[in-house]
């Protein structure tokens, strides 16, 4: 029973049924949603380790404390002193600034510096991409992503997307995009920025 209350996330489960609704909604019609807005707010914005990434710590005038490894599926990580700590859910900084607390035990004065080399993101700061493109996917959030960035990862629509008809969700509320605008004619107005935690849904019109 607590294996499923850990994978069950309400918040989740919301947001893709909305992503259904929408894909349903959008096939028949170009939805009414308010556009996407053309300005977002990030100056606090910081990159927020994952499973899957590939992290090099560097421990200065330490090589043999220096190492390359890859945030477990429980995000931890094994390295030099540092077996099993907890690396997801925090940023570079943070987890260089734990891993300096913990082998300055044994070195005086660590100076640790950690860098992401292999992008993955925590779940809630990865940009997902549903419906109608070529390859439906989540992607790592980059700093100053926009709507154009994501689809050239998602390789564009397919033939038969209702692009005028997508979707962005974020935060619980929806907004219209123009993606056949933007692909087809170019229409950069069109190119909006995007946030950690977004969803793009993209219908598919009538045959």
């Known amino acids: 029973m607590n294996s499923i209350r850990s994978v069950w996330n309400p918040r989740r489960f919301a947001v893709w049924c909305a992503c259904a609704l929408t894909l349903v909604l959008g096939a028949?019609?170009?939805?009414?949603?308010?556009?996407?807005?053309?300005q977002v707010s990030l100056a606090d914005y910081h990159?927020?380790?994952?499973p899957g990434d590939t992290l090099r710590i560097g421990v200065w005038q330490n090589p043999d404390l220096s190492s390359t490894v890859q945030v477990r599926p429980d995000g931890r990580i094994s390295a030099p002193?540092?077996?099993?700590?907890?690396?997801?859910?925090?940023?570079?900084?943070?987890l260089a600034a734990k891993i300096r607390g913990r082998i300055s035990k044994y070195v005086r004065e660590?100076?640790?510096?950690?860098v992401v080399s292999?992008?993955?993101?925590?779940?809630?700061?990865q940009v997902s991409i549903v419906g109608a493109a070529t390859r439906p996917q989540s992607?790592?959030?980059?700093?100053?992503?926009?709507?154009?960035?994501a689809m050239i990862a998602a390789g564009g629509l397919t033939p038969y997307a209702n692009g005028n008809s997508a979707v962005l969700v974020r935060h619980g509320k929806s907004y219209s995009l123009r993606l056949d605008d933007l692909l087809h004619d170019g229409k950069m107005v069109d190119?909006?920025?995007?946030l950690p935690g977004d969803t793009i849904v993209i219908p598919q019109g009538w045959f």
């Open 139 to 149: 992607i790592p959030y980059r700093d100053k992503m926009t709507l154009l960035d």
């Open 47 to 50: 990159y927020v380790i994952g």
């Open 28 to 38: 028949c019609a170009t939805n009414n949603f308010p556009p996407a807005p053309k």
């Open 191 to 194: 190119n909006v920025p995007l």
């Open 81 to 94: 002193l540092v077996e099993g700590m907890q690396a997801a859910g925090l940023t570079p900084d943070e």
């Open 118 to 125: 292999d992008f993955h993101g925590a779940l809630g700061q």
């Open 110 to 114: 660590p100076v640790v510096t950690v």
